[in-house]
């Protein structure tokens, strides 16, 4: 697991371009047949991919957490972006479909994926962070992730979201987990931006064309900056950032929070007219 260090609101002033993707951005996880795992000094958040072949992968844990397994002080929110696939906790196996998610709760020492067909297998997208109480396990199949529709054809920013992992959805310490799709023709997400210095945010892109790419725009709304990114690449956006994108052509993003509390609609608006 690599540790991966955010930098602050003064130091990016000066950053280049380099130094912002060194800081910001999380490249692709995702690697055949292994669990790739980045630990974030922000809100200290685990972000990661397990990609199973043929065999099964279990998930380890790592010095850097200083604990007996994953979950011991830690929750999981599990994605699946891929073939179908399994998630085994304990002797409890559970069957998640593509953009099926499974939330699974701090103390369960045994978990471990795998795909059902290693021709098509199963890409498992995995945002954790600490927890301090217990829930229970929950599996959130797509077509009950309540979804959302926003923003307009008109404006270029149309979108479904689903949330998945959240106050009136699947419960948990502090995760909040969604995915949001883009419509045809639309390339903007989140638009008109905002910040919540309550939580932070992390940001998987995926659903990319080949050779497609997001602008993920970041920064206060007065200094904003861009990272392109890649298809199964992670943006780590503090409180003090902005985090909208815009693409090329048309994506998804899996949006994962953290932080002191979990109301969706927390957050402070940046009017489109003061963007810099």
Known sequence: ?????????VRYLRMTTSELRDAFLIGSLHQHGSIQMAYVDLDRAVVGMAAPNA?????????????????ERRELGVLNIGGKGQVTIGDKTYRLEYLDCLYIGRGNPYISFAS???????IFYLLSYPAHTSHPTALIHKEHANPTELGS???SNKRTIYKYVFLDGAKSCQLVMG???LHSGSVWNTMPPH?????????MYFNLAP???VFHLMGPGDETRHIVMRNYEVAVSPGWSIHAGAGTGVYSFCWGMGGENQDYADMDPVPIDGLQ
Do not use: I, N, Q
């Open 179 to 181: 995915v949001t799709h």
């Open 55 to 71: 065999d099964a992968l279990a998930l380890p844990t790592d010095d850097s957490l200083k604990s007996g397994y994953f979950t």
């Open 153 to 155: 054809a008109e404006t």
């Open 195 to 203: 910040t919540h210095m309550r939580r932070s945010e992390v940001y």
């Open 1 to 9: 697991m690599k540790t991966h260090l955010l930098a602050d609101p």
């Open 116 to 122: 059902e067909d290693a021709a098509v297998p199963a």
């Open 211 to 213: 050779g497609a790419r």
